[in-house]
């Protein structure tokens, strides 16, 4: 089938590179000349496992090009709209300027019987607006939302655990609902539930999954909160309540917090258009849930400055991540990037080290000192703070051999992925996030 993808970043360059490696002819769109050029030359714009080699084999094979000209959207079976919805500047809700302009474009484009399919996370009600502008060209309207785990995003597309249709009513309807069943073939085929729903439904899906895992990781660093002036272990309270099967074990990982280019953003304009539809009671809690959210990182930060004796002024910290989690470059409302920075402003000497995230995050704060390598960012620290769960700091770093590059022995655990035992063995103070 023949499929265009308007917008290429992070959703859809790999959307669209997925689709060709399943067999489809793809054509990405996007604005960003320089995006589209890195691209149509097989270079992935960022990090994420397993983005590159499909990339390469769809430009090698034929079956995936880009462009900036809307209008080579132009035949195409299905078009995918993956733009971005970011928070809106000076509050809450989300900014549809890029979903509203990559549907006008299309409009010039569309044939009878095509099919236009949002992807992009927006507030409940703005398919059925957008499906009155599609609608006179004939062409249908579906919202097809992503459920994307940034380090995994390939397989989730590929190979996603559910796919999900908002269709209008009707014959319109069932059509877009068996071409969709057509694109995703292989996830069909071997069992994928697709679930079929109006409009409204499919919008609440993607913003209710979100404020439900924000919610479940708040939870859990406000036990956090509650153990550490108990004297409580949330890492084992946690394995206590996970077996629960009502309520699980993953997702429960207390730390610095959610973050990311998603969650945060998502979760604030649920609350913000729960307000406008009237019914902002029923999603109060998720301003708390955002609102314990960022006291991880005020505590965190505070982790380091008690364990320095009071002051961090003219210490070294060596800070273990920039990216907002593993395997992904992404530094938008990093918690690591915002604990550094605000050790910077207490008058710390930071030093930032990830294995992919460093150009993304000096640009973004390039007051910051950035060292690629892991051993010579730890080289001379007073105290160390672990953000971002690497392999690199989560399995392979030995605290002995981390003693014979630091001048301090103070580690702060934003993540909880260290064994505590071995660090405090090797002559370590060490901090956790809920552990005595």
Known sequence: ????????????????????????????????THKIDALS????????????????????????????????????????IGVGTPQQAGGYGADLTYVDAAVSALL????????????????VGTAARLAEL?????????WNPEFLREGWAVQDTIDPDRLVAGVPAG????????????????????????????????????????????????????MAEIAEVTGADVTQLADAIGHDARIGRRFLGAGIGFGGGCLPKDIRAFAARAEELGRGESVNFLREVDAINLRRRERAVQLVVDGLGGTVYGKRIAVLGAAFKPHSDDVRDSPALDAAVRLHGLGADVVVTDPQAIENARRFHPQLTYIAERDEALRDAHAVLVVTEWDEYRRELDASHVSSLTSGRVVVDGRNC??????RAAGWTYYGMGRP
């Open 134 to 142: 599609v609608a006179p060209t004939g062409a249908t309207l579906v």
């Open 108 to 123: 010039p484009h569309l044939r009878s019987g095509d099919i236009v399919a949002g992807k992009s996370t927006v507030p």
């Open 1 to 32: 089938m023949r499929l265009s993808v308007i917008g290429c970043g992070y959703l859809g360059a790999v959307h669209a590179a997925a689709m060709a490696s399943i067999g489809h002819e793809v054509v990405g769109i996007d604005v960003d």
């Open 171 to 222: 014959e319109r309807g069932e059509h877009a609902a068996g071409i969709l069943r057509e694109v995703y073939h292989p996830a069909v085929a071997k069992g994928t539930p697709f679930i079929v729903t109006d409009y409204a439904t499919a919008e609440l899906v993607k913003v209710a999954a979100n404020a439900f895992l924000a919610t479940k990781i708040s939870f859990i660093n406000a």
């Open 41 to 80: 030359r097989g270079e992935a714009p960022f990090f994420e496992p397993g983005l590159q080699q499909i990339l390469t084999e769809g430009i090698t094979s034929g079956r995936l090009r880009f462009s900036t000209d809307t209008a080579d959207a132009a035949g195409a079976t299905v078009h995918f």
């Open 418 to 423: 260290l064994d505590a035992v071995a660090w």
